[in-house]
């Protein structure tokens, strides 16, 4: 599976953007999906993750309420709605699929498949 994200961008504070991976190969909708984020400096971080199966989805606390994951599965898509966003939010965010199983969706470790990254960068 080759991932590639798109979608950053620089957006203001209470600004939204909606984040895009793309998937190519075969049987996406066999995959657990997740976006994680790097700020620099720091850890790459969970942000959250979408089932296969199911679709249930999962959410950092800090982005709960804020950020919306969607997939479509016609369109080997996962989709990132970022709302209400901070300058906090400001990472480079990296979509990664991988049969996960939901109790271990928060570890990067347990994704063996990742997209390049995409910046967003928010001002206040």
């Known amino acids: 599976v080759q991932l590639q994200a798109s979608g950053g961008g620089l957006v203001q504070a209470g600004g939204s953007l909606r984040l895009s991976c793309v998937a190519s190969g075969r049987s996406f909708s066999w995959y657990d999906m997740g976006w994680f984020r790097q700020a620099p400096g720091k850890r790459r971080e969970f942000v959250t993750a979408v089932s296969s199966s199911t679709s249930s989805t999962y959410y950092a606390d800090s982005v709960k309420g804020r950020f919306t994951i969607s997939r479509d599965n016609a369109k080997n898509t996962v989709y990132l709605q970022m709302n209400s966003l901070k300058p906090e939010d400001t990472a480079v965010y990296y979509c990664?699929?991988?049969?996960?199983?939901?109790?271990?969706?928060?570890?990067?470790?347990?994704?063996?498949?990742w997209g390049q990254g995409t910046l967003v960068t928010v001002s206040s």
């Open positions: 990664a699929a991988g049969i996960v199983g939901m109790q271990w969706y928060t570890g990067s470790e347990y994704y063996p498949y």
